[in-house]
């Protein structure tokens, strides 16, 4: 029996280390952004459509459960590492 329907195909696998990679790449780029954000999510208990919701759809595709604590916790390690750094 044959079957003329297309073949199904599965979707790449997911590379974890490679999603945290760019959550982390976005925090280290925009770090200040990020910051202004975190000091005004804790301000108002609102947060914007920015940097680390950006990061918290990427990474959505690990399929963990609370991304945005993720996102605040990579915008946070990467804000320390500016300070560390001596950046402005």
Known sequence: MTSNSPALSCPAPIDPKQVMQRAEAIARDHVVECARELL???GTSLLCDGRIRQ???????????DQLGIA???AERAILRHVVAGGA
């Open 55 to 65: 990061m918290a759809r990427v990474l959505s595709e690990l399929g963990v459960g």
């Open 40 to 42: 005004e999510w804790d």
């Open 72 to 74: 605040r916790t990579v």
